[in-house]
């Protein structure tokens, strides 16, 4: 170094005045060499620059309501629709009270009103004794009463399984729906005997299988519900009178009396003296003598198989025409003796009566 030239002052590369950061050094532009080594020596470190806080994305806006103060001040327009929104807010109508257990359920169609008096029939069910004691005595409260046996004042049938049975035809002609026996428990929960809906039909899906393939035919399904709405919608024996040979026994002759009335038919004991009419339906068996056929189909329009009855029971719809018994006329001896049985057989029905 010459004389006359100013001493630096230098630090030591490892001290912390070196380390300046670009905008340090940007705030010396225009003092020369001589002021940038200077600043470099003789000024301290500033502190590192904190970073600048991110501003957090907030949700979107949803509407009037999230616009500030301020811009509704500044903007007349907003302030009155803001307003209106919250007026419109304050008015809206409360939510409707959920409905009470005593209220209709959606469980369907209904099948059948709540009766006046209840007669609930059972067939063929294993229900628990406390159910079962807290069941009747709710519908011997309402007048009624559950009974194992049929009557023509049945409003119920409580089953488990889809049969061909007695009860179970005479309730499918009268349009009494059959039941699950899980409706006892809703008549105890209730405190009453309710409405009748889709989801309390008795539901079983091997027994209509059954009844399809037996008496529709494999191409059709068998639905109860479309059996009961026939029945509602007119009786299947309405307008007819009906006899049954008394050589028949596949059901016992008062059971039959209770099918024929309770599908609207009028009961006969005897055949009628007139002539042939056509309101008059004759069953028999496969098995019925010729002669008795023959002696029936003079006094009716044709003689039918007792399954036409039993099947038409089931599904509501008469058939007669696959059922219709050939008719040969016997010869003298067998035309005497029948008369003779069919006149012992009258006489011990009127002793019985």
Partial sequence: MGDGEPTLLLPDEDCPATQLDEEDETNDVGQGDYGKTVAKATDFPSPPATPKPRKRKGPPSTGLADTPDKACRRSPRLRELQELQELQ????????PAPRRHQASTGGPIVAAPPLRPVIALSGVEIEANLLNAGRRLVESLGGEITNT??????????????????VMCALCRGVPIVRPAFIKRCVQEARVPEVRNQDLLRDIIGQQIFAKRFLGRSQSYSLGDVLQRAQDGPLLANFCVYVLPEVTAMERPKLRALVEAAGGQWREEL?????????LVFAEASSPAASVAQAASKAAGVYQLEALLSAACTQDLRLQAFQMPVR????????VYVVGWRRTSEELSLGS
């Fill in 89 to 96: 807010a304050q008015q809206a109508p409360e939510p409707a």
């Fill in 150 to 167: 049929w009557t023509m004042q049945a409003t119920h049938l409580v089953a488990c399984r889809l049969r061909r049975t007695f009860k």
């Fill in 272 to 280: 009628p003296t007139a002539g042939s009419t056509g309101s008059l």
């Fill in 329 to 336: 006329r016997p010869s003298r001896a067998a035309e005497k």
